[in-house]
């Protein structure tokens, strides 16, 4: 499986953008990136993912290098409630799970 | 939408008991997985199936077996509980497709003592 490797952790302000680096420089041409982020307490949700172009949803954007060795997801104004821990995953088959590493812990401050 | 329903939500079990945690899902994925997330972890691999009638190991399957009854449903079993396996155990389901989202539930708290 190609690696992602991100920061352990992170800190934002409240109200303000947020952007959350992901580097997987040995991803192949068919994988997939996908965001997924973790509450306290509670399971996996998934964010958002794409594999070439920059993709919006109402929770985030995602954008990806040109030359697709990294990735950022961007959260637009952070608020309390986004305080997760966030996994940057490369997905290159349709039938095989998905690999969690230790992602990035996102604290927001009031 | 239900979505991923897991039972029980919180389970105390001694040393080498037995039990089974059961996960449905009412999506009509093709794909389903457990997974264990121990204090300051991220998920690990348990087991999964792809489709239907196939089960697969995952990073960590010793100590437990699954059984896919059917599209719906996969279920978890500890045979002979130790406390390594105290844990949050998660289960996911998705389509067979890189382009599509997981689900997950929302985990069963596991104690072994």
């Known amino acids: 499986d190609a690696k992602t490797t991100q920061p352990n952790s992170m800190e934002s302000n409240e109200e303000e953008p947020v952007h959350l680096p992901c580097n997987h420089s040995t991803i192949s041409g068919t994988d997939y990136i996908h965001w997924y982020r973790q509450l306290p307490s509670q399971g996996p949700e998934y964010v958002i993912h794409g594999l070439t172009s920059n993709v919006n949803n109402r929770m985030a954007s995602l954008a990806i290098a040109e030359d697709r060795k990294s990735s950022t997801l961007i959260l637009h104004r952070a608020t309390l409630r986004d305080a997760a821990v966030y996994y940057c995953i490369l997905k290159f088959s349709g039938n095989t799970p998905l690999v969690f590493g230790k992602g990035t812990r996102l604290s927001v401050i009031a | 939408n239900a979505g991923v329903t897991q039972t029980p939500k919180f389970q105390v079990l001694k040393t080498g008991q037995s039990m089974t945690l059961q996960c449905a899902q009412d999506?009509?994925?093709?794909?389903m997985y457990w997974y264990r997330q121990d204090p300051g972890m991220g998920l690990r691999l348990i087991y999964y199936?792809?489709?239907?009638?196939?089960?697969d190991k995952g990073e960590v399957p010793n100590g437990y077996n699954v059984s896919r009854l059917n599209k719906r449903e996969f279920s978890l079993r500890l045979e002979s509980a130790a406390p390594s396996q105290t844990s949050v155990y998660f289960c996911?389901?998705?389509?067979?497709?890189?382009?599509?989202?997981?689900?997950f539930g929302q985990g069963t708290r596991l104690t072994v003592v």
């Open positions: 996911a389901s998705s389509e067979i497709s890189r382009n599509t989202e997981a689900f």
């Open positions: 199936s792809a489709s239907e009638g196939t089960t």
């Open positions: 999506m009509n994925h093709n794909s």
